[in-house]
């Protein structure tokens, strides 16, 4: 199976993808980090032990404690209409958490020991949170770079796909971000961060970016909502509607109605909300035999759409912009947060 380091700030999506990374057998999680963002870190930490005893994995996976701010600035103010007051809001079925987060070795010590015993060239690292817990690694572990598979990353907005369609435009111009017209959340969160691991001259060729472009593409549509509620086989006779097969089905669905919800009233998205995050713990399995002799395929190019997003094979040179403070962006003053992608011709990717 494949060994997974998972960092993120739990928040609605981020379960997801704790539960995609737990749940797929092709996947061993190694461990998880938190970091701030959709929460404070306490809060985030909080959930994600939460969310580890609601699966009964919080024996096996551990947690562990990663930044409280981005690595040259301060914490971005949590938002909490996305994601509420806790990070996680919208069911009460959220259970206590039975084994706390370790807090005596530092996340990336963790995180590097974990990853570097697994064998040469089979790791990933997933982040889908704000990128400091991920930056800072790699810049303590250099040596871990030539030793991982591959770094995957939820963020970024670069324009494509349904986003001008879902997020329409600001005097005119489209709109491509998600927390300013130009910036996604999690770069946004620690540009510098993000500045470094997508600008790393090694480890950028290893990365997958999932931006806002490809996360548009995959909505949580009711459909999706009633096979989590009701299991692949549907409503059956003695099931009552609207009500989960089991608790930890009701919670889930309970959790992504919430996200529904915020995600309707703040973006104006009505058919349900992108599910950013488990998109970049897929994107590891991108390229697997599935079994019967097919490559899975993660995703593909549709120049229909537009979206210009790198699939297998293609390369990008990436720049993210990191002049301008939070609040500066948030006016409208700086793109702070911004990325643009440039396609690498064939050939000439190193
Ligand atoms: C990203 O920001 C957070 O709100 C989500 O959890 C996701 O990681 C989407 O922009
Ligand atoms: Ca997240």
Redesign the pocket.
Known sequence: RIPVWLDC?P????TFAILLAAYHPAIRILGVSTVF??ASLEKTTHNATSILTAISQSTTIPVYLGASKALFRPPMHPPTD??GETGLDGTTLLPSPLIPAITTTPAIDAAYSALISTPPGTAWVVA??AFTNAAALFMKYPELIPHIAGLSL??GALGGGFTPAILGSVDGVPRIG??TQFA???VLADPEAAAFLLGHKDLSKKTTLIP?DVTHLCLTTKEVQDLILYGPEGLQPGMEEGKGKTKLRQMLVELLLFFAKTYSDVFGITEGPPL??PLAVAAVLSGLEDGTGHRIPFYEHDPAVGTGIATQGERYEVSVVTEGTYEDAQRGGARTGQITARLLPRGQEG
């Open positions: 700030d928040g609605h999506d981020d963002g959709n996305i994601h889908t949170g939820m963020g998600n927390w996604e959340f999690n806002l950013h995050d």
